[in-house]
């Protein structure tokens, strides 16, 4: 049934918006606007009460006090809410005037590095010991107008290890930099290197975001997956996830950010030494400057 909002004053949330002082530039106004209008019709329709809105303000409070430099825990309500993932399509989403699209985005995550290190195509990025299963990656980055290999295309990967941690999170087990990696592609845009096949992990549970999925009866769990970052100074750069096809949570990952481009298969490999799994995985770039069927971008 919906909310009588004839006994809610139909000026209030006009005269809030009314008080934006001339300084506001054009982008705030217009998005703190929505917000305010949105987040007074959201107290309207579910007759926010008092307590409910004291819980929410003790949350947020939560959600600052538990963050630290190695901690975003804002940056993980956002992705149990999907709002990542939805800015993500927003700013990114991009639709192809040829036969193929560009490969598909996903968010960025809390736990890139800059400090990854250029290594050696045919190199590993694993650099400690570990329980998981070996892989051979292995692809091409490719233009999609032109359908041709990108040299010097700079593919940058990083992963948690097989105990679901990455190198910050388990200093006891892990060296710096392990499990990350930069490989500049060859002359004809192929890439190629050994990395483990990834895990499932949990997103901690023992702050707000724990308790909002609680409060939603959800899991914590994020597929396994691998990061990748590639970039040329010529194209698009693409921040995406690559996802096991065998994984149980890719229906379901608490982050929302599976797409169907970007579940792979690992196949069983033989012959070499270093590897027991072989996956091949592919990258189409988009010039830049390329504004395809959906129109510009800002």
């Known amino acids: 049934m919906a909310t009588d909002t004839s006994r809610f004053d139909p000026k209030f949330t006009q005269h809030v918006i009314d008080t934006i002082g001339p300084k506001t530039d054009d982008r705030s106004r217009f998005v703190m606007s929505a917000l305010i209008r949105h987040l007074h019709d959201f107290a309207r329709e579910v007759e926010l009460t008092t307590d409910e809105w004291m819980t929410g303000v003790r949350f947020m409070n939560a959600v600052g006090q538990i963050s630290d430099s190695k901690r975003n825990e804002g940056q993980r309500i956002s992705d149990v809410l999907g709002l990542e993932s939805l800015v993500d399509e927003i700013a990114h989403k991009l639709v192809s005037d040829e036969q193929i699209d560009p490969t598909s985005s996903t968010i960025l995550g809390p736990f890139w590095s800059p400090d990854a290190p250029f290594r050696d195509l045919g190199g590993s990025i694993i650099v400690n010991a570990h329980k998981g299963q070996v892989a051979l990656m292995h692809g091409k980055v490719i233009d999609l107008k032109t359908g041709k290999g990108i040299p010097g295309a700079v593919v940058d990967i990083w992963q948690a ?116 799994l072989d996956l091949e995985y592919n990258i189409i770039l988009a010039p830049r400057g390329y504004e395809g069927a959906s129109g510009p971008k800002l």
Request: proline residues 10%; hydrophobic residues 30%.
């Open 161 to 276: 290890s097989a105990n679901g941690k990455y190198d910050f999170q388990d200093p006891e087990n892990q060296e710096p930099n392990n499990l990350r990696g930069k490989f500049r592609c060859n002359q004809n845009g192929e890439y190629y290197f050994y990395c483990l096949k990834p895990t499932a992990y949990s997103l901690p549970t023992d702050g707000p975001a724990g308790v909002l999925l609680d409060l939603l009866d959800r899991h914590p769990m994020r597929p396994a997956h691998i990061h990748l970052m590639v970039t040329h100074d010529d194209y698009k750069p693409l921040v995406n996830q690559i996802f096991p096809s065998d994984d149980p949570y890719l229906e379901t990952d608490t982050v929302f950010a599976v797409k169907d481009d970007l579940v792979v298969e690992f196949k069983p490999k033989s012959g070499d030494p270093k590897a027991t």
